[in-house]
């Protein structure tokens, strides 16, 4: 549960810098005062419309944005969840064990 715990925390911190860069991305785009935008799609960079680019950026930023809410829920229903196990185990053990990272 530990090791589940730290990778969703490692997800939430990675999903935010995608979300900061898509955002900054955006900007960047809607500042320019260019028909066409060049945007990279997995190793190839594509000339794509204002319009087009703006679309797939959005869509790409809500992606990311649903991914990042199911990783804060399962933070949260992982640390809830460790919780109780801890609290039941220092019942059972008391000083005995240390679950403390």
Do not use: P, W
């Not at 715990?5 to 005062?33: M, R």
């Not at 990311?64 to 059972?92: F, H, P, Q, V």
């Amino acid at each position: 549960m530990n090791k589940n715990f730290h990778e969703y925390e490692a997800e939430v911190k990675s999903l935010e810098e995608k979300l900061h860069s898509f955002e900054d991305a955006l900007d960047e785009i809607e500042l320019a005062a260019e028909d066409n935008a060049t945007v990279m799609i997995g190793e190839s960079f594509v000339t794509l419309t204002e319009t087009q680019a703006l679309e797939r950026l959005n869509n790409l930023k809500a992606e990311c944005i649903a991914k990042l809410e199911k990783a804060k829920e399962n933070i949260e229903a992982s640390g809830k969840e460790m919780d109780t196990l801890k609290g039941d185990l220092y019942a059972r053990f008391g000083k005995l064990i240390n679950l403390d990272e």
